[in-house]
């Protein structure tokens, strides 16, 4: 004779599961193991410091100022070249603050996507690049999201 089980095609369940927060669990596992591969591979591309250098659309846009007289007397060191700020010296400003004098950033920036000081990263014009950021970011979220679904069962 058929049990339930056999018509509808579905497996019983043992006591105390809970289908569907275990299926979702399995997913978000499964996913972040896929991340975490695909992270790898881009690790061999982007690792050892094999980084792109930053947009050169963003480059251009940095503000760019002119030290002026007050500024040079404060004797404010690039952080590249360890040279003054001096009066009438081009200085560029990067998103996260950091200053340091045109001819110094300038040629950095076409290397290297990041502050010197502090690696703040900037855009890319490499879509390869802004992907992997991407996939990290979302990578990130998904630690995030476990995180919240361990504590919302075991917590
Ligand atoms: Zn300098
Ligand atoms: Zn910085």
């Known amino acids: 004779m058929a049990s339930y089980f056999d018509e509808h095609d579905c497996e019983p369940l043992r006591d105390g599961e809970q289908p569907d927060h275990l299926l979702h669990m399995a997913r978000l596992l499964l996913d ?3 991340a975490a591969e695909w992270d790898l591979e881009y690790g061999r591309v982007f690792g050892d410091g094999k980084v792109p250098p930053a947009s050169k659309k963003v480059v251009e846009e940095l503000p760019t100022r002119i030290v002026t007289p007050s500024e040079a007397a404060e004797e ?3 952080p590249v070249c360890i040279g003054l700020f001096d009066e009438e010296d081009e200085v ?19 290397k290297v996507n990041s502050c010197p000081l502090c690696r703040h990263e900037l855009p890319t014009d490499d879509p390869d690049y802004e992907n992997f950021k991407k996939q990290k970011a979302r990578a990130k979220q998904r630690e995030f999201e476990l995180d919240n679904l361990h504590n919302s069962m075991f917590g």
């Open 32 to 34: 972040s193991g896929l």
């Open 76 to 78: 404010k060191k690039c």
């Open 92 to 110: 560029k400003e990067l998103p996260c603050g950091h200053r340091f004098h045109s001819p110094c950033i300038l040629p950095w920036l076409q």
